[in-house]
């Protein structure tokens, strides 16, 4: 069997959850699907590791009785799986299912007390969800499902495989659960920025206090990793008060293969849980959190009280502080924090001033970046992120002596229902902390004399405003026409970029229109000929010469790149037996492709960073794969085998799944109010089909009365054979679409053996060349993608000016003149005046 890619084994998965979701909430099935993943994972590893182990004592000449002691000695493996745990049990599951998988769960945690107490028997598969609990027929269907997952190493293209296949499943769940997901969830673009501030290093401790699903402490081992370090050098640990997103974490930990996080459970304010050997709490390197937003704490029976210099009140919902408080306490003394926080702590009275005071005077509020509303899950509201640095704190009169504002709130990529940030938007927040430089209407640092002045009032916008200017009006060019040449000149970043663009959109002002010695002509220029109409503005702009030849250079640049740097990603594949380095890649072409890129104006440096990032961050498990297990053929998409194997194939689908639509549409239209079959379509609404089937049945009974009666059935008969052509049309048209959709199902069901059979033919070295052309392909869309952002851009900020200018208000005046001049004669003539 083929191994399995990141897509198959994501596809799988969700499969499994079809059977749930009809019964119940994503937020309420998730750990069904996280705690039976998991089952299987460890049954199918115990399997793999028994038969190692069966040919190694084998090899070693043991005799056969001392072997099977062996092979049940639970000290030989990773996780001892009992019988009653054990897939080859749970596979034939038809009664008392809910009961049985329990069992299992509980025996396989009893098994292994040490890794896994407590992390699976909350898992209840006869938990009652509303009035009812899942029947025996949904969970053995779902027990089947994963009965074609194959969970052992051999199966995975890479090893990291099944944690990130766990990792996309929780981001689908916390898409799926709403409000409920900040409990379990931070986004990943927000993880990625904390952990870039706090920058992370091999040989440190990292802690995160509300760790929810742990994200942020495996965002911490990757980046240590991209960065060339050895992940196994980071002690993790983690605190979550809430069960099941606790056992969600350490599930999460160990199918990472991180079984060294030691994740606690408990509530952090109250009870916190990592202590040194003389009973004070442990201090770390690196603090990371996401603390959940303005809740109330207990503050009655808290341990460890001196953690907290100033007490805010427990009602209120104000213990935002109070996390970050307990979050210096057990930083070391040279040690840095970032936390994601609302934006009321930063410029709320009473305790939260006080608070913030004490952070600012003791020089350990290092910066404050704000970020953009709508990032996070269950809140609108824009947060902030407050760095916390021990190192070069100071003390005394040599405390530090500013904080560095961020206000990134404007940058970032709106999406339906979250927005995110852009892998520039964090190298821009990343990059301007790093430097600590000044950048107007973005980043300053600001004296604490400042904020003292200010009253310790930290809201960002006191101190870096990036509100856009207001937008300029001429008022000359408003009343006698003409584009002010000093905001064409703003715009230069665009005529440099695209030359020629400026004199193919705006001409000279022609000296007839001077009106007056005032009015200087050079100050003002005309919409040329070709731009006068806004909407020529699109086309002028997408075939605008100037435009086409800086995309080509760019992309003649990009070509040059990946050629140039091609041998790099060809030896990403294993040789001689050595896996190759997603991340060390990752970070030499990094490098290149900014160094290539330097001195060109098309885009920023973040950006250039930013899309090869997202260029690489989409392709992660693909390289993964190719480091792990070489060119192999799975990791073509069946999409590309398909178009270029099967093309007829593809467009009689096309052809059948356009009728399908079509009669989807005639159906839709059908059941609308005052509907007509103008176009004699023959569809008939609902209504209508039980109407004439009425009709048709009492117009033959009345056929057969008048019949025996020996009266004269010809009206009848007309009437019932009219109604029955119409339903035979109809129906007809019915069963073309069941038709359809049977052809489709059976054809997809085909191209899964015909891609199948043609992924077998495709060999290695075929294999590479399709894939490294995908991987350019792929590559040169993600750079096209900001090229064409630029020149909407571009289009955006000439259509605003075409808005203002391109039509003057002597203009409007004489349209206005000719419209009341148009409706006095409407008047005369009807007689009122």
């Not at 000695?73 to 080859?88: G, Q």
């Not at 070069?392 to 990134?408: C, L, W």
């Not at 495709?762 to 995908?774: F, G, M, Q, S, Y």
Request: proline share 4%; hydrophobic share 40%; with cysteine.
């Amino acid at each position: 069997m083929s191994k399995l890619t990141l897509s198959q084994l994501s596809s799988l998965l969700f499969r499994a959850c079809d059977d749930l979701r009809g019964n119940m909430d994503a937020s309420e099935y998730k750990e069904y699907i996280f705690g039976m993943l998991f089952l299987k994972r460890l049954s199918d590893l115990f399997d793999q590791e028994r038969e190692q182990l069966a040919k190694d004592l084998k090899v070693k000449g043991m005799a056969e009785a001392v072997i099977a002691g062996q092979l049940t000695n639970p000290d030989k493996y990773t996780f001892f799986v009992p019988v009653e745990a054990h897939w080859s049990t749970i596979r034939h599951l038809k009664t008392n299912v809910g009961t049985a998988l329990n069992k299992a769960l509980e025996a396989l945690e009893d098994a292994n007390v040490d890794a896994l107490q407590d992390v699976l028997k909350g898992i209840n598969f006869n938990k009652k969800i509303g009035q009812r609990s899942l029947d025996d027929d949904t969970l053995a269907n779902f027990i089947q499902n994963f009965e074609k997952i194959p969970l052992r190493d051999e199966n995975f293209e890479f090893p990291d495989l099944l944690g990130a296949a766990y990792e996309y499943l929780i981001k689908y769940f916390a898409d799926s659960a709403g409000k409920k997901a900040g409990e379990f969830y931070t986004p990943a673009d927000v993880v990625r920025t904390l952990v870039e501030i706090v920058d992370p290093q091999p040989g440190m401790s990292v802690y995160d206090p509300t760790c929810g699903s742990g994200g942020m402490l495996i965002q911490t081992r990757d980046y240590v990793r991209e960065c060339g370090g050895d992940p196994r050098d980071l002690a993790l640990a983690g605190q979550e008060s809430i069960g099941t997103t606790w056992s969600i974490c350490k599930m999460n930990m160990l199918l990472h293969g991180i079984d060294h996080a030691d994740i606690r459970q408990e509530d952090t304010l109250r009870h916190p849980q990592h202590k040194a050997e003389n009973n004070e709490l442990q201090r770390h390197d690196r603090v990371l959190a996401n603390p959940p937003f303005s809740q109330n704490y207990i503050k009655k029976d808290i341990d460890y009280p001196g953690r907290f210099a100033v007490w805010l009140p427990e009602k209120g919902k104000k213990a935002d502080l109070m996390f970050v408080q307990h979050m210096l306490a057990v930083l070391n003394a040279d040690g840095k924090m970032a936390t994601v926080m609302p934006h009321g702590v930063l410029f709320r009275g009473g305790e939260e001033k006080a608070a913030r005071r004490h952070f600012i005077e003791h020089g350990w509020l290092e910066a404050i970046i704000g970020l953009p509303a709508g990032l996070f899950y269950g809140t609108g509201i824009p947060a902030c992120v407050l760095v916390m640095n021990k190192k070069d704190a100071g003390s005394g009169d040599n405390v530090r002596d500013h904080v560095y504002f961020i206000n990134a709130d404007r940058e970032y990529r709106e999406g339906k229902a979250q927005n995110f940030l852009r892998p520039e938007d964090i190298s821009k927040i990343v990059h301007a902390y790093r430097t600590m430089s000044d950048i107007p209407g973005y980043a300053r640092r600001v004296p604490v004399s400042e904020i003292k002045a200010e009253d310790f009032n930290c809201n960002i916008r006191r101190y870096v405003d990036n509100a856009p200017p207001p937008e300029p009006h001429d008022v000359r060019a408003h009343l006698l026409g003409g584009v002010p040449t000093v905001e064409i000149e703003s715009l230069s970043r665009y005529w440099t970029n695209y030359p020629g663009l400026r004199e193919r959109v705006f001409v000279p002002r022609p000296v007839s229109l001077i009106q007056n010695s005032s009015f200087n002509i050079h100050n003002y220029a005309d919409f040329s000929e070709s731009a006068s109409d806004r909407r020529a503005l699109t086309e002028l702009v997408k075939t605008d010469p100037g435009v086409a030849a800086a995309q080509s250079r760019f992309q003649q640049t990009l070509d040059a790149w990946w050629t140039e740097n091609l041998p790099l990603v060809e030896d990403l594949a294993p040789k001689n037996g050595q896996k190759g380095n997603v991340y060390e890649l990752r970070r030499q072409l990094l490098v290149t492709i900014s160094d290539t890129f330097i001195g060109q104006n098309l885009l920023t440096d973040h950006q250039i960073r930013g899309a090869f990032a997202r260029y690489v961050d989409d392709l992660k498990a693909d390289l993964k794969s190719i480091a792990a297990s070489g060119w192999g053929a799975e990791l073509i998409p069946d999409a590309d085998i398909l178009e270029s194997q099967f093309p007829d194939i593809l467009a009689d689908m096309d052809q059948k799944r356009l009728r399908l639509a079509e009669l989807s549409a005639l159906y839709a239209a059908a059941d609308e109010e005052d509907y007509e079959d103008s176009d004699d379509t023959g569809i008939l609404p609902a209504d209508e089909v039980k109407t004439l089937k009425a009709e048709l049945k009492e117009s033959n009974a009345q056929a057969k009365l008048a019949k025996r009666e020996n009266r004269d059935a010809t009206s009848y008969v007309a009437r019932a054979k009219e109604a029955e052509a119409r339903l035979v049309r109809h129906k007809a048209l019915e069963d073309e679409g069941k038709l359809l959709k049977a052809e489709l199902r059976a054809t997809e069901k085909k191209q899964e053996e015909l891609v199948a059979a043609a992924r077998e033919k495709i060999t290695p070295e075929e294999a590479k060349a399709v894939i490294l052309d995908r991987l350019h392909r792929v590559l040169v869309q993600t750079y096209e993608g900001y090229l064409r952002a630029d020149q909407r851009a571009c289009l955006a900020v000439l259509e605003n000016l075409h808005g203002k200018y391109a039509v003057t208000a002597k203009a409007i005046e004489a349209r206005r003149d000719e419209s009341a001049a148009k409706l006095k004669g409407f008047l005369v003539e009807l007689g009122y005046e």
